[in-house]
């Protein structure tokens, strides 16, 4: 089955530090991808997505890049800040619902300190 | 603009107990999903619904029942609960054939089975 495997933290930065956190996945067959964000206390929003290879997701300064011969969505932030301390989960989901859901890698908590 | 609005939002259980969790949406999503989230497992389906009347099992569905009599909502049931299912709830939604734009999260429901 499809699977999303992800660095495990807690990843501990210093602010204005530049992020990397790894996603690969295996799939089946041609998944959207995912970056989700959980805030303290709260559920989980929508970073950024890609649809189809080599498409780059963006927001709020974080990218991601849909690398098919890789198979990897790692997420990027070029300075970070205290207030992207969360835990940020990688996903993945096809077109049509149902089962497929969204399959989840385990989360990465990141900590940004002053 | 409540998006999916989750109740209770904390709720202390003892062993054997049943309760029913609600989870509510007004974007007439088609799509309604019940997630779990442990510490080091992510999130994983628990049941999902893909219509009015309609439910079925997603990855760990032993232990909970679910109902979906009216489009907008989505009930998750423990007839008796186990201190394994101490845990955080999530109900998602989303709109078919729309996949791609994400799903929309509740602000989950902190159960602790004692």
């Known amino acids: 089955g499809d699977s ?3 660095m495990e933290g807690p990843v501990t930065l210093s602010e204005e530090a530049c992020l990397t956190i790894n996603c690969t996945y295996t799939a089946t067959g041609y998944p959207s991808l995912f970056w989700y964000v959980q805030y303290p206390g709260e559920g989980l ?3 950024l997505k890609a649809t189809k290879a ?3 997701g963006s927001n709020k300064g974080f990218e991601a ?27 993945l989901s096809y077109s049509g619902g149902g089962a497929d859901g969204l399959t989840f890698g385990k989360g990465t908590h990141l900590i940004i300190q002053p | 603009n409540a998006g999916v609005t989750q109740t209770p939002k904390f709720r202390v259980l003892k062993t054997g107990q049943s309760m029913t969790l609600l989870c509510a949406q007004d974007m007439n ?4 999903y019940w997630y779990r989230q442990d ?21 760990v569905p032993d232990g909970y029942n679910v109902s979906r009599l009216k489009k907008q909502n989505f009930l998750l049931g423990l007839e008796s609960a186990a201190p394994s299912q101490t845990s955080v709830y999530f109900c998602a939604s989303n709109r078919r054939g729309r996949e791609v734009d994400g799903y929309t999260f509740g602000s989950g429901t902190r159960l602790t089975v004692v």
């Not at chain 1, 849909?66 to 996903?91: I, M, N, P, W």
């Not at chain 2, 497992?41 to 079925?56: D, F, K």
């Open chain 1, 54 to 56: 080599d498409d780059k």
């Open chain 1, 65 to 91: 890049t849909y690398r098919k011969e890789t198979t990897s969505f790692h997420l990027e932030k070029g300075s970070v800040q205290v207030s992207d301390s969360a835990v940020y989960f990688c996903a």
């Open chain 2, 29 to 32: 999503h088609e799509y309604m």
């Open chain 1, 4 to 6: 999303v495997t992800q």
């Open chain 1, 45 to 47: 929003q929508l970073l």
């Open chain 2, 39 to 59: 510490p080091g497992m992510g999130l994983r389906l628990i049941h999902y619904s893909v219509g009015e009347g309609t439910t079925a099992k997603g990855e």
